[in-house]
T-cell receptor, first 114, second 113 residues
Framework: DTAVSQTPKYLVTQMGNDKSIKCEQN?????MYWYKQDSKKFLKIMFS???????INETVPNRFSPKSPDKAHLNLHINSLELGDSAVYFC?????????????FGPGTRLLVL | SQELEQSPQSLIVQEGKNLTINCTSS?????LYWYKQKYGEGLIFLMM?????EEKSHEKITAKLDEKKQQSSLHITASQPSHAGIYLC?????????????FGGGTRLMVKP
C-alpha cells in the first residue's frame, strides 16, 4: 500500500565509503525527486528526474548521482561520503512537472557519516 | 532565487486553541504547498494553493493565499495533540523547471493536552 518507499530507513557508515539509497513509487508517476533535510530541518531539493530529463540543483556535489533503472525507481548514489552528508534524504514523486503537480514523499532515509 | 520564510519558527499552544502559521515569499508565488512532518516520518501533503485569494480547508485546517500571491497562512482551529509536528510550506519555481520545490524553514508546533 505504501506509495513512496525508501530503503534503508537508517544508514550509518564511515567517511569515504560509497553508499546507495533506494526509492520506489507505485503511483505510476512520471517524475521523481530527491531532497536533503539537514540537522536544522531545512529541506532542499537535490534532483528532479523524469524519463526525459534530469535537473540538478547546482549546489549538489557531483559525488551525488541519481540512477533510474525504470520509471518507478530513482536511486541515489553517494561516492566518497563526507561528514557533512549526514542528513535525512527524502524521495518524492509527482505525476508530471507542470504547475500544480503535488509531490508525494517517502518516509526518509537517515544517513549518519562517522 | 526564491526564499520562503515561515513564522513563527516554533509554537506551543494549549489543546483547543486556534493558531496561525505564516509563509512569506521573496517573490511572487506560482503555487504554494503545505506539508506536515512528524518526527521520524515523511512529509504528508496537506493542501496546494495556486490562485490569488484562494482558500482551502481540510478538517480543521484552512490555508489561504493572499491576493498578491506572496504570502500564505495556515490556520488550525481547536488544535489537538495530533496536530503536533513540523509544518512546511513549499513553492515551485516560476519557470516550473523540474517542479523543484523550495521550502521554508518549517514551523514546529507542539500542542499541550
Amino acid at each position: 500500500d505504501t506509495a513512496v518507499s525508501q530503503t534503508p530507513k537508517y544508514l550509518v557508515t564511515q567517511m569515504g565509503n560509497d553508499k546507495s539509497i533506494k526509492c520506489e513509487q507505485n503511483l505510476g508517476h512520471d517524475t521523481m525527486y530527491w531532497y536533503k533535510q539537514d540537522s536544522k530541518k531545512f529541506l532542499k531539493i537535490m534532483f528532479s528526474y523524469n524519463n526525459k530529463e534530469l535537473i540538478i540543483n547546482e549546489t549538489v556535489p557531483n559525488r551525488f548521482s541519481p540512477k533510474s533503472p525504470d520509471k518507478a525507481h530513482l536511486n541515489l548514489h553517494i561516492n566518497s561520503l563526507e561528514l557533512g552528508d549526514s542528513a535525512v534524504y527524502f524521495c518524492a514523486s509527482s505525476q508530471g512537472t507542470s504547475g500544480g503537480e503535488t509531490q508525494y514523499f517517502g518516509p526518509g532515509t537517515r544517513l549518519l557519516v562517522l | 532565487s526564491q526564499e520562503l520564510e515561515q513564522s513563527p519558527q516554533s509554537l506551543i499552544v494549549q489543546e483547543g486553541k486556534n493558531l496561525t502559521i505564516n509563509c512569506t515569499s521573496s517573490k511572487t508565488l506560482y503555487g504554494l504547498y503545505w506539508y506536515k512532518q512528524k518526527y521520524g516520518e515523511g512529509l504528508i501533503f496537506l493542501m496546494m494553493l495556486q490562485k490569488g485569494g484562494e482558500e482551502k480547508s481540510h478538517e480543521k485546517i484552512t490555508a489561504k493565499l493572499d491576493e498578491k500571491k506572496q504570502q500564505s497562512s495556515l490556520h488550525i482551529t481547536a488544535s489537538q495533540p495530533s496536530h503536533a509536528g513540523i509544518y512546511l510550506c513549499g513553492a515551485p519555481p516560476r519557470d516550473n523547471a523540474g517542479n523543484m520545490l523550495t521550502f521554508g524553514g518549517g514551523t514546529r508546533l507542539m500542542v499541550k493536552p
